[in-house]
Each structure stands twice: as structure tokens, then as C-alpha cells.
């Protein structure tokens, strides 16, 4: 199923709106609601897909048991970011993640990680 979450409607003729499921359209910035909303409906797994604003919404609520980190041999440049800011002032105060898989993807790698706990922090 396609869950959209934002203000803009979505054009009539928009991919997500062929979708086979009609989607579920969410004008909110509460995700603790949205995810509410979807467990009431039965989904357990969500897989966010978005820009740096989402994405960032999500990590600094927590609302997330693991992530998928793309890392190519590109450089970029310009304003366009992975991730907006997520609450992270400081690299003491980063959010440590536990990579569970390394997948190559072609000259690409896919990073499979969870949150690190604090037990696990200090682990090699």
C-alpha cells in the first residue's frame, strides 16, 4: 500500500495514484499519528521513501528500527542533502548505527544498519 504524507496534493496524474492499493493520503506533520493510523490498520512494516525532510522527520522521532544507507564514489555539490537536521549538535552526540549487511550494488555498496544501543556501542 502507498501512504503519501504531506500538504501538496499529489497531481492527478501521479505514479502513486496507479497504484494498485488506492493510497493513503496523510495532510500532517504528526508521524507519531500517521504510524498510529497505520498499525490501527494492520501494516507492522513501513518502508520510507522520501526527501531529506522525511527521512529526517522519522529519524529524530525515533520511528525507525533500521535503515538503508546508499554510499557511491560520487562527489556532489550544491544544497541537496541526505538528511535536514536531525537534533545531532555535536559528533559525541551522534547516532551510532550497527551495520548488520554490506550488500554490493554494482561500484555502489548498501549499508543495512539498526540503532546502535548503548550495550552494543562499545562492541567492535
Same mark, same amino acid.
Given at each position: 500500500?502507498?501512504?503519501?504524507?504531506?500538504?501538496?496534493?499529489?497531481?492527478?496524474?501521479?505514479?502513486?495514484?496507479?497504484?494498485?492499493?488506492?493510497?493513503?493520503?496523510?495532510?500532517?506533520?504528526?508521524?507519531?499519528?500517521?504510524?498510529?493510523?497505520?498499525?490501527?490498520?494492520?501494516?507492522?512494516?513501513?518502508?520510507?521513501?522520501?526527501?531529506?525532510?522525511?527521512?529526517?522527520?522519522?529519524?529524530?522521532?525515533?520511528?525507525?528500527? =533500521?535503515? /538503508?544507507?546508499?554510499?557511491?564514489?560520487?562527489? $556532489? !555539490?550544491? +544544497?541537496? *542533502? @541526505?538528511?535536514?537536521?536531525?537534533?545531532?549538535?555535536?559528533?559525541?552526540?551522534? =547516532?551510532? /548505527?550497527?551495520?548488520?549487511?554490506?550488500?554490493? $550494488? !554494482?561500484? +555502489?555498496? *548498501? @549499508?543495512?544498519?539498526?540503532?546502535?544501543?548503548?550495550?552494543?556501542?562499545?562492541?567492535?
Amino acid at each position: 500500500m502507498a501512504v503519501v504524507i504531506g500538504s501538496r496534493p499529489a497531481p492527478d496524474d501521479a505514479a502513486v495514484r496507479r497504484h494498485p492499493h488506492p493510497p493513503l493520503f496523510y495532510d500532517t506533520r504528526d508521524l507519531r499519528a500517521v504510524v498510529a493510523d497505520l498499525h490501527a490498520r494492520g501494516i507492522q512494516t513501513v518502508f520510507v521513501e522520501g526527501g531529506p525532510t522525511l527521512a529526517s522527520a522519522f529519524l529524530s522521532e525515533g520511528l525507525f528500527d =533500521r535503515v /538503508l544507507a546508499y554510499i557511491a564514489p560520487v562527489l $556532489l !555539490g550544491g +544544497d541537496k *542533502l @541526505a538528511l535536514t537536521d536531525i537534533g545531532v549538535p555535536t559528533i559525541d552526540a551522534a =547516532r551510532r /548505527l550497527r551495520v548488520d549487511e554490506w550488500l554490493p $550494488l !554494482g561500484q +555502489d555498496l *548498501l @549499508a543495512i544498519a539498526h540503532p546502535a544501543h548503548t550495550t552494543e556501542e562499545g562492541a567492535a
